[in-house]
């Protein structure tokens, strides 16, 4: 989708994810109070959406429902309406696709992230994935997609085709460099992705590694969408560490105003057009 067409550029962090600990960053984000002062500083920064990432009492990876229901309740007592706040559904190799199915079933977000490489892996899981994104989408729940490599794009795209999938418009997260020997992205390698999609879904990019940046900024140029953060990438375009999240997404805004890029608000962001229902106000998010 152009510039043209949904001109904000929303600009989304992802604080924490599945892997990185303390000893990784003492700024990375665990606590549900920690999350919360995240996002409200992000927020200041220019960010419209966090992805939530929660941990278990071993600071492993979860999908817990509670967990999830705290987190996002700090949050959103830190930021109001300011913010979207996208659950992720991503398996790390710990949760089934029904486990996946079930955590936003019982919770249902505001927002949430699916790989389609996890939740219809095959063609024997197309029937049971077909049911749950018809239920998301009469949930009102914001969907993105996640797709690994330009070529999913044509997996997906027959997903869509044959029903599995509810009819598009759909958001799209490109990751980039999730391949890579020492998983850093380069932003020429947004281009396939950008060209493979053909029905001109309003699409995302996030990026590993100190080119995070200038990965984000050409998914600006291009008419796309950000998202950045500790999950992924710990350096300022400059090489150095970045002090916390906020300053992630503080570079890319300076970025994108440089490119004639506003930044969307939460307001716009829930005005995003995927072809869904607007989320239901008044649940978790």
């Known amino acids: ?71 996002t309740d700090a949050v959103r007592e830190a930021c109001g309406e300011d913010i979207v706040i996208q659950v992720t559904t991503e398996a790390v190799g710990r949760f089934t696709p029904q486990e996946q199915m079930d ?13 389609v490489r ?22 009102g729940i914001q969907a993105q997609f996640i ?4 070529e999913d794009l044509a997996r997906f795209e027959d997903l869509v085709a044959r029903g599995v999938l509810p009819p598009g418009p759909h958001f ?8 890579a020997k ?18 001109g879904h309003p699409w995302a990019v996030c990026a590993f590694g100190p080119k995070e940046t200038a990965c984000a900024l050409t998914a600006a140029a291009l008419g796309g969408h950000a998202r ?15 002090p916390d999240n906020a300053a992630l997404v ?14 969307a608000d939460a307001a716009a962001a829930r005005r995003l057009p995927v072809g869904w229902p607007s989320p239901p106000r008044g649940r978790l998010g």
């Open 172 to 179: 799209l997260l490109f990751v980039l460099g999730r391949y």
């Open 250 to 263: 503080a570079a890319v805004a300076r970025g994108a105003a440089a490119l004639g890029r506003p930044l």
């Open 103 to 115: 955590c936003v079933r019982e919770l249902v977000p505001e927002a949430a992230s699916f790989a």
């Open 228 to 242: 950045v953060g500790f999950e992924n990438n710990l350096f300022l375009p400059d090489g150095e560490v970045a």
């Open 1 to 71: 989708m152009p510039a043209a067409a949904w001109d904000p550029l929303l600009l989304a962090v992802a604080p924490n994810g599945a892997r990185k600990t303390k000893a990784d960053h003492p700024a990375l984000p665990i606590a549900p109070a920690e999350l919360a002062e995240t996002a409200r500083r992000c927020v200041a920064a220019g960010a419209a959406m966090i992805h939530l990432h929660v941990r278990d009492a071993a600071e492993a990876h979860s999908l817990d429902v509670g967990r999830y229901r705290e987190a």
């Open 147 to 150: 797709l690994y490599a330009p």
């Open 118 to 139: 996890e939740l219809v892996p095959d063609a024997a899981a197309e029937p049971e994935a077909g049911r749950f994104f018809a239920w998301v989408r009469e949930a």
């Open 182 to 199: 020492d998983q850093t992205s380069e932003p020429a390698e947004l281009l396939p992705f950008v060209q493979a999609n053909r029905a």
